[in-house]
């Protein structure tokens, strides 16, 4: 580490007065008042440097250039896309037959939420929605009643996957950014279609509800004839 001294300026400050004083008292006027006056300057001097010596100071160590702080990892990295959270699969219902089913019609929903999300038409969005809604209550209802299950096979393993397929024809046909010959007519054909499709998944879900229609009506006969047979239905009461 370097050193560096500092001198005292003191035994300066006393010379300098021993040459003014003299001065002031006339004592320069003659070449000897002159020398005598340099000795006692150099007496001076060196009397003074023995009791006001020299300081030494260690030189402060040379600061390193300061980097500039480096920016924030948060501001410099860009905010990483945070993975989609997969949804749970639907809880087993002890039945393997109808655990399966469940889980192709959660998938089938997923998926045409997914296509109509692609499709910016107002009309034809609200359609496909409608179709969304058909086909979880379709599925809801054979979660409620696995034993009709054998009602939608042929809704399951054709209607609902040919429909997904058509929509997702739609969407390439939709994607190529212009509505001419072929691609016009494809498109088409499509929304057309959907509109039967609505009234085809309506009539699906209503016929399940059939063989509950036939119990209600059952259920209502027996009463009224028990009603009837005891007197509980008469006008005048």
Do not use: C
């Not at 070449?31 to 006056?37: D, E, L, N």
């Amino acid at each position: 580490m370097d050193k560096q001294k500092k001198q005292s300026v003191i035994p300066i400050y006393a010379v300098g007065l021993v040459w003014l004083s003299r001065a002031i008292s006339d004592n320069l006027s003659s070449f000897g008042q002159i020398i005598k006056t340099v000795i006692l300057s150099v007496v001076t001097y060196g009397v003074l440097r023995i009791f006001f010596p020299d300081k030494i100071k260690q030189a402060d160590p040379e600061k390193p250039a300061q980097q500039p702080d480096a920016p924030k990892q948060a501001q410099t990295q860009k905010t990483q896309p945070q993975p989609e959270e997969k949804k749970q699969d639907e809880p087993s219902t002890g039945n393997a037959e109808l655990d399966a089913v469940l889980k192709q019609g959660a998938a089938s929903v997923e998926k045409i939420q997914s296509l109509n999300d692609e499709i910016p038409d107002f009309k034809l969005s609200a359609q496909i929605k409608q179709i969304e809604i058909l086909t979880e209550k379709i599925f809801a209802y054979v979660r409620e009643h696995p034993q009709d299950i054998g009602e939608i096979r042929q809704f399951l393993n054709y209607y609902l996957p040919t429909t997904i397929k058509l929509l997702e024809q739609y969407v390439v046909l939709q994607n190529q950014g212009m509505r001419m010959g072929n691609i016009d007519e494809g498109m088409r054909k499509i929304e057309s279609m959907l509109d039967k499709v609505i009234v085809a998944f309506q009539r699906q879900l209503d016929g399940l509800f059939e063989s509950s229609v036939v119990d209600i009506t059952a259920d209502i006969q027996v009463m009224e004839q028990m009603m009837a047979s005891e007197g509980l239905t008469g006008k005048d009461f």
